[in-house]
């Protein structure tokens, strides 16, 4: 049997406590629909990223733990969506570094791979890796 890997995302303002039971609620109503359409959530492969300038992003956590089917969904503090690594703090920094990181492994590969004598044949191959990066 084949099996279809989607992600979805969910997000909702959390002003009080009971913005956290209302968001539980939601969860719970995509899982009765996931079981309606035979499929599944995997609560391992799930993550709560908590958006907030706030220096109490820990206490934030600890008030309210969310789960599907009684598992818990763990906290992250980073999350990758569309290639994008987006922070708790929307701090690019790390979202930066692992593109800088990328683009100088390949980079290397570049280098390593295509040793030519020519410069114009050395540019050829520059232009066309160039949108790799």
Same mark, same amino acid.
């Not at 600890?62 to 992250?76: H, K, M, Q, R």
């Not at 920094?93 to 114009?120: D, G, I, M, V, W």
């Given at each position: 049997?084949?099996?279809?890997?989607?992600?979805? $995302?969910?997000?909702?303002?959390?002003?009080?406590?009971?913005?956290?039971?209302?968001?539980?609620?939601?969860? %719970?109503?995509?899982?009765?629909? /996931?079981?309606?359409?035979?499929?599944?959530? $995997?609560?391992?492969?799930?993550?709560?990223?908590?958006?907030? %300038?706030?220096?109490?992003?820990?206490?934030?956590?600890?008030?309210?733990?969310? /789960?599907?089917?009684?598992?818990?969904?763990?906290?992250?503090?980073?999350?990758?969506?569309?290639?994008? $690594?987006? $922070?708790?703090?929307?701090?690019?920094?790390?979202?930066?570094?692992?593109?800088?990181?990328?683009?100088?492994?390949?980079? /290397?590969? @570049?280098?390593?791979?295509?040793?030519?004598?020519?410069?114009?044949?050395?540019?050829?191959?520059?232009? /066309?890796?160039?949108? @790799? @990066?």
């Amino acid at each position: 049997s084949s099996g279809i890997n989607a992600e979805c $995302h969910y997000g909702r303002e959390i002003g009080s406590q009971n913005d956290h039971w209302i968001l539980q609620r939601d969860i %719970n109503c995509l899982l009765n629909w /996931a079981h309606v359409n035979k499929m599944k959530f $995997h609560p391992s492969k799930s993550h709560v990223l908590t958006i907030s %300038n706030s220096n109490n992003l820990n206490s934030q956590r600890e008030n309210f733990v969310y /789960a599907i089917d009684d598992n818990p969904i763990d906290y992250t503090d980073l999350e990758k969506d569309l290639g994008i $690594h987006i $922070h708790s703090k929307l701090d690019w920094s790390q979202h930066c570094n692992k593109l800088y990181s990328k683009a100088s492994q390949r980079l /290397a590969l @570049l280098k390593r791979t295509c040793n030519f004598t020519k410069k114009e044949k050395s540019t050829d191959c520059d232009s /066309a890796l160039i949108p @790799l @990066l």
